[in-house]
């Protein structure tokens, strides 16, 4: 059964920094792309950034809204996505899902973890 | 980037009775591939979203067969047959042909 499971999310103050990780089971990891995707508390989804696969030397893409901040790496011996984020805004705030890229599709999400960017 | 806009935002249904939302592209979402990656995603209150269609009409497996996707180029439908209180929710589409992926901004489902 295909898993995915965040952690990391929580409050950090504006300017802060925070790391999110995604721990995936079930399926043969490092064949995928995986992504981030975020949702503002009472808003819809946005795409924050892609992890390739090694067959694509894991080479990232951010969104506009991140880059420059946003980081996003994979560890596959540990089957774990990453998404270090830096210099928080208020506008980050949202909860964060990792979601398994499949051709066009997402076709497994975890449960999202929730970060707060407030002072 | 493409713009996804759903209509309605809001639709409240009968029980029993069927649902449409519409969702439209501001460019082609048919890939050089010959695809079109067009995707539905059902979002229930207080979970993650699960898809429901991908590629326009492949239903995914354990989807209710009320559950249907249609259209091309940039006009496309999700359609419930039968609306029934477990799918209440928000539905988003999804464009995957080009990049950055895009979403519409969510169709609230709800029981009058």
């Known amino acids: 059964e295909v898993q995915l499971v965040e952690s990391g999310g929580g409050l950090v103050q504006p300017g802060g920094s925070l790391r999110l990780s995604c721990a995936a089971s079930?399926?043969?990891?490092?064949?995928?792309?995986m992504d981030w995707v975020r949702q503002a508390p009472g808003k819809g989804l946005e795409w924050v950034g892609r992890?390739?696969?090694?067959?694509?030397?894991?080479?990232?893409e951010y969104a506009a809204s991140v880059k420059g901040r946003f980081t996003i790496s994979r560890d596959d011996s540990t089957n774990s996505l990453y998404l270090q984020m830096n210099s928080l805004k208020t506008d980050d705030t949202a909860v964060y899902y990792c979601?398994?890229?499949?051709?066009?599709?997402?076709?497994?999400w975890g449960q999202g973890t929730l970060v707060t960017v407030s002072s | 980037d493409v713009v996804m806009t759903q209509s309605p935002l809001s639709l409240p249904v009968t029980l029993g009775q069927p649902a449409s939302i519409s969702c439209r592209s501001s460019q082609s979402l048919v890939h050089s591939d010959g695809n079109t990656y067009l995707n539905w995603f059902q979002q229930r209150p207080g979970q993650s979203p699960r898809r429901l269609i991908y590629k326009v009409s492949n239903r995914d497996s354990g989807v209710p067969d009320r559950f249907s996707g249609s259209g091309s180029g940039t006009d496309f439908t999700l359609k419930i047959s039968r609306v029934e209180a477990e799918d209440v929710g928000v539905y988003y589409c999804m464009q995957a042909t080009h990049w950055p992926r895009t979403f519409g901004q969510g169709t609230k489902v709800e029981i009058k």
């Open positions: 979601a398994r890229d499949n051709t066009g599709t997402y076709d497994y």
């Open positions: 079930g399926f043969m990891f490092s064949d995928y792309y």
């Open positions: 992890s390739r696969n090694k067959a694509y030397s894991y080479t990232p």
